[in-house]
């Protein structure tokens, strides 16, 4: 395993040049940081973290990278890990990462040299071989999407079968023509839950109709301007399966700014307040609290028994939460 004095060899510089490196000292001669972070990089190096908590006496800390913490489904999830690791006296480091995957590896990165003893993150990005050097030394566990070229435990949601519930229960209300809006099919969440929902319709001998598939809606403004395209259709659609909380968030005021009334709509993702709309709002319920929560139970396990190889998956459930926003077509 790559060590510190093996860094400090190949740059030819001491291990406490080597170290100030690692942690930012801005008072490092531009060519030695290069020198080293090309050393770090080629040698795959990460400190031992769990070493350096024994050694110094600080207390432990699981870093939490999601892409919105101020999305109520990654809050939920966050609000799970902050509880079990303060019960365990560990703190917990949370960052957003952003939507954009090119933005993942670099603020990633950023928390894990906060010298972490655990990891546990919501991915964005499609390719995780930049975190095997970190994953030697530090348990990483994924949550909501599985991690790709990485083999790392994870905890992810049905969400092909849960896309699949949603758009029968729309069909079995005599709906065929039934909208799909969500933020980006970039995001396996949401491929997954399109390729449900494709299913579904498939499965009842409903062709694939692309006019109907909307992306790109995570706010007020482009849920209206989806809308607005999906009703001037020659035939528009009678209901709609809004893919996470984001889009049923934005698309539920957008519908009454353009006064659209009648639908029947399901989202994916229970959020606050959903039960409290007018008409309450069907939804796919995940439960994020119990994906956090296994999700930390994780990490710990990890730490507590390190000799431990194996990886595992693991899909949760996810259950249909019936309210009054789906009605059966001709009901008045």
Not at 142 to 156: E, G, I, K, N
Not at 286 to 308: E, S, T, Y
Request: aromatic letters at 4%; a negative charge.
């Amino acid at each position: 395993m790559t060590t510190m004095a093996d860094v400090a060899r190949l740059a030819g510089v001491s291990a406490k040049t080597v170290s100030r490196v690692y942690n930012d000292d801005p008072h490092v001669d531009p060519g030695t940081r290069e020198r080293v972070r090309a050393a770090i990089d080629e040698l795959g190096y990460v400190p031992n973290t769990l070493a350096r908590t024994f050694r110094t006496g600080e207390p432990a800390a699981v870093g939490l990278a999601v892409p919105d913490i101020s999305d109520p489904f990654f809050a939920a999830i966050a609000h799970a890990v902050e509880a079990e690791a303060n019960r365990r006296g560990m703190a917990v480091v949370m960052t957003s990462t952003g939507l954009d995957p090119a933005d993942e590896r670099r603020r990633v990165e950023a928390l894990l040299r906060r010298q972490l003893s655990g990891l546990i993150l919501a991915p964005t990005a499609d390719d995780h071989r930049y975190l095997e050097p970190w994953a030697q030394r530090v348990p990483v566990v994924f949550v909501d999407r599985a991690p790709r070229r990485l083999a790392a435990d994870h905890f992810l949601d049905d969400d092909r079968g849960g896309a699949a519930a949603a758009t029968e229960h729309l069909l079995d209300l005599g709906h065929r023509r039934i909208a799909f809006i969500g933020d980006s099919e970039l995001l396996p969440t949401i491929a997954n839950r399109l390729e449900g929902y494709r299913k579904a319709l498939a499965e009842k001998g409903i062709g694939d109709d692309e006019t109907l598939v909307v992306m790109g809606v995570d706010d007020r403004p482009g849920a209206r301007s989806a809308l607005r395209e999906l009703m001037a259709l020659p035939e528009p659609p009678t209901a709609l399966f809004l893919a996470n909380a984001r889009a049923s968030i934005a698309c539920v005021p957008a519908l009454r700014d353009l006064g659209v009334a009648g639908l029947s709509l399901i989202g994916f993702g229970d959020f606050p307040m959903a039960d409290a709309l007018d008409p309450a709002l069907t939804v796919i319920d995940q439960n994020p609290a119990k994906l956090g929560g296994l999700a930390i139970a994780r990490v710990l396990d990890r730490i507590d028994h390190p000799g431990r190889r194996f990886r595992r998956g693991n899909v949760e459930p996810v259950r249909l939460i019936e309210r009054a926003s789906c009605r059966r077509v001709g009901q008045d």
